[in-house]
Nanobody, 124 residues
Framework: QVQLVGSGGGLVQAGGSLRLSCAASGYTFSLNAMGWFRQAPGKERELVAAISRSIESTYYQDSVKGRFTISRDNAKNTVYLQMNTLKPEDTAIYYC?????????????????WGRGTQVTVSS
């Protein structure tokens, strides 16, 4: 089993920045891709960004390209999401997730492990 604990959410004004962190523990050797998802009220959970275990491959949702950066430190079993130039539409609960599939996972169904979520609120 793998446990994921996300942190770093909060309230920020539009144009501001936040950095989310997700620490993994347990059988972390089984993890491949790591991702950040978000879910706004009344909407489906969507993938924001993902990164392969090798760090060579990343994925970003079109709406966050150029503003968000995903990174990971395998030695610390931690994945980060740097969010800049935040917009009100970025407001959501953000979840980190871990996949065991052997490729850059971009589908919700590919992720086995989930953190509890951290609230990000961007005021206009």
């Amino acid at each position: 089993q793998v446990q994921l604990v996300g942190s770093g959410g909060g309230l920020v004004q539009a144009g501001g920045s936040l950095r989310l962190s997700c620490a993994a523990s347990g059988y972390t050797f089984s993890l491949n891709a790591m991702g950040w998802f978000r879910q706004a009220p009344g909407k489906e959970r969507e993938l924001v960004a993902a990164i392969s275990r090798s760090i060579e491959s990343t994925y970003y949702q079109d709406s966050v390209k150029g503003r968000f950066t995903i990174s990971r430190d395998n030695a610390k079993n931690t994945v980060y999401l740097q969010m800049n130039t935040l917009k009100p539409e970025d407001t959501a609960i953000y979840y980190c997730a871990g996949s065991v599939v052997g490729r850059l996972a971009v589908s919700v169904k590919d992720y086995r492990y989930w953190g509890r979520g951290t609230q990000v609120t961007v005021s206009s």
